[in-house]
């Protein structure tokens, strides 16, 4: 079993299980809580729900009922975190395929391509998640130093983060994934052939041509008919 690919199924995994809490969270963007002295309420705000909570542990989520009236930059964001995510799921079920360690997949030339399948499928959904984060950031910190801007202003969430660690762990699995090709064109699978016990007949067949070896001979030539007479 190769080092390589387990480390890169642990970043693979591990980053696709950070792409699904990133895209599932509700902390997208949010607002200081200390915007409001007496109550100390704040809304934080994913790509599916709006949520309000207060100080004393209180908080109501609203979905967004239509798509029709979501921002074009929250529309897209989504697109490409569901890509993503199901890059990340594809990508993790050809890593397993693709393990030396595992019994499907056929030869050692097939599980390498599979292996480097698996890499080029983690790279794609850690660039959409990637691209998908990068964008949501760039609307909100343009936002918030716009002197124009009256509205709400927000601060990057926790799931921006959550997102940026699992498409750097994507890319990183994918990455060792591609390189690991090489590795097992390097270590192909050993064959062993039997060829059966050696025969009595044959081992003093062997004998019969060395020196100070005994030689077989027929013992019918050695006597004659006179011998008998």
Request: hydrophobic residues 45%.
């Amino acid at each position: 079993m190769s080092r390589a690919q387990i480390s890169a199924l642990v970043f693979g995994v591990g980053g696709f299980g950070a792409l699904v809490a990133a895209t599932t969270s509700n902390e997208w963007k949010v607002t200081t809580r200390a915007s409001s002295v007496i109550t100390a309420t704040w809304v934080y705000q994913g790509l599916w729900m709006n949520c309000a909570g207060t100080a004393l542990g209180s908080f109501h989520c609203r979905p967004h009922f239509t798509i029709f009236k979501v921002e074009g930059y929250i529309q897209a964001c989504r697109g490409l975190m569901i890509a993503a995510v199901s890059l990340g799921f594809f990508g993790s079920i050809f890593a397993l395929v693709g393990m030396k360690c595992t019994k499907v997949g056929g030869s050692d030339k097939a599980k390498a391509k599979i292996a480097c399948l698996a890499g080029i499928v983690f790279i794609l959904s850690g660039l959409c998640s990637m691209t998908g984060c990068s964008l949501y950031a760039n609307k909100i910190t343009t936002e918030f130093f716009d002197p124009l801007f009256v509205e709400q202003k927000y601060e990057l969430g926790a799931a921006l983060f959550i997102g940026w660690a699992g498409a750097s762990l994507c890319i990183i699995g994918g990455v060792i994934f591609c390189f690991s090709i090489s590795d097992n064109n390097k270590t192909p699978r050993m064959g062993y052939s039997y060829n059966g016990a050696t025969s009595v007949m044959s081992s003093r067949i062997k004998y019969h041509g060395g020196e100070g070896d005994f030689k077989t001979t027929n013992p019918s030539k050695q006597f004659d008919k006179n011998a008998y007479v």
